[in-house]
């Protein structure tokens, strides 16, 4: 290929020595911004990024792109870049697999002068010639969201998804391009974890909803990371050792901020998350999902409020969604949630609104029943399986929701972020992908068939909620082979 073997690469002990040959076509992608990227230093990065560079990684190889996104491209954080783009291009005995260039996305717009179409089509057309020897590194993505006919062509690359990207945005520059979701939709965005400089984090917490199945995985969670951390329940709430606080009575929301004052982060997960238990008790829904978060503003003063939303909010018929895309919901719960996130923003300033996809994972065996919990037992009956083939859903694990929460407060976020699922996927998929993931793990086949049905509900249900991704959470196999081996530990414990 004529790009790649423009360059004379001398390796030195710390970085890539380049010449390029005096060949103008070949000199005029040199001074466009392409250069090969320097070499990884020993410990130059800190280990708090490794779950970072393993994720991006992993999403590289499985989607052909991975984004990081970070609060300054200024505090260090572009070692991550390097340091992943070495991990990737090599094996694990260090033998070079491919080679990793970096394009400068200000000096290329610069340098392509009043034809910056047909430069970006020139170097994309060199660089699919060899795209299974290299990897094309992009700093200052946004840069490209300030023209639209290179962020169209950028799109097609990025869908194409023929020449594996590794870029970096500051945070400022994701919401640049979410207003694009038509690309942003499919990039693999990584946010890039920020040290806290202390062991645990001096803040007061309270999780209100903590015995949900999203709220348990935020408190675990929370409790490692933060000085203080209650958590609050209601029927499940003696249980499971939480405190007893029923949010529709305003009383007892005014008792409990008098009696535990001064949070400094409250974060909401209770609620009604059953669309079609929503839709038959609508005044129940909206006491819970929108009505209580008003009561709470009446009382829990000066705190940073996070109110947990759903892709319900969409109605799913022109994703990918961004979270400035108009919600339009299908169904009461959608509607609920909606008026949840718009009381959240108007009485809490700073609020963050998290909206998340189909949630799925294990805490323990109080853990309320999920799609994946009933395919899990459905896929142990001596019977072929029914499961619906038509809705689309983009499930999360519990934890990769309650890591991306915690990271979004620890870039004091605010506004409405989003994260679900890198895969869309129908529940006959999740259950094949559930019994592959169950054989190789434990041997255990299912030898019956798993047959497609249009699933009934009582609820409108959106076709496919694919949203744009703040965070994107390890691929759906990943994320159950984690949750299986999680099951199986903890019922040994017991």
Known sequence: MELLTSFNIK?????????????????????????????????????????????????????????????????????????????????????????AFQLDAKQFIKASGDQPEAFFNELFSALEQDKDNLLLVITSLEEFAADAQLLKLLQNVIKKGSVPILGMVSLEGFRQLEKNPDIAGYLQF??????????????????????????????????????????????????????RLDVNSEEEIRKYFSDYPGFDIVVYVSGEADADAAEKERGRAKALNADAVS?????????????????????????????????????????????????????????????????????????????VTKLIAALDMPEPLKADNVQVKHPILLED??????????????????????????????????????????????????????????AAKPLNTHMVNVDTPRPFDEGIRFMLLKMKSTQKER
């Open 401 to 458: 929701a309650a890591s991306t929460i915690l990271k979004l407060l620890d870039y004091a976020a605010a506004g409405i972020y989003q994260t679900n699922g890198p895969e869309g996927l129908n529940k006959k998929e999740m259950a094949e992908k559930i019994a592959a993931v169950r054989e190789q793990l434990y041997g255990c086949k299912f030898t019956y068939p798993v047959a497609g049905v249009e699933q009934a509900a009582i």
């Open 190 to 243: 990584v946010l890039v974890q920020k040290s806290t400089g202390v062991q645990k984090r001096n803040k007061s917490v309270l999780i209100i909803g903590a015995t949900s199945l999203l709220g348990s995985a935020v408190y675990e969670l929370f409790s490692r990371e933060y000085k203080l951390v209650r958590g609050t329940g209601f029927s499940k709430a003696g249980l499971l050792g939480f405190d």
């Open 295 to 371: 009561l709470i503003a009446k009382h829990a003063k000066n705190c940073k409020f996070v109110y947990i939303s759903s892709e319900y909010v969409f109605d799913g018929s022109k994703g990918p969604y961004g979270s400035y895309s108009k919600a339009e919901p299908l169904n009461y719960y959608g509607q609920s949630k909606l008026e949840g996130e718009k009381n959240s923003l108007k009485y809490f300033p700073g609020a963050l609104v998290v909206r998340l996809g189909a949630l799925y994972g294990y805490n323990g065996p109080h853990d309320k029943k999920t799609s």
């Open 11 to 99: 390796n030195t002990a710390d970085n890539i020595e380049v010449m390029p040959k005096a060949c103008n076509t070949l000199n005029r992608y040199y001074k466009s911004g392409i250069s090969p990227l320097g070499a990884a230093k020993p410990h130059s990065v800190a280990p708090l990024f490794d779950a970072d560079i393993s994720r991006a990684i992993s999403l590289l190889s499985r989607f052909n792109n991975a984004v990081f996104i970070s609060e300054s491209q200024n505090q260090g954080e572009p070692g991550i870049l390097i340091e992943t783009a070495h991990r990737f291009c090599h094996d694990k005995s260090g033998q070079n697999l491919r080679k």
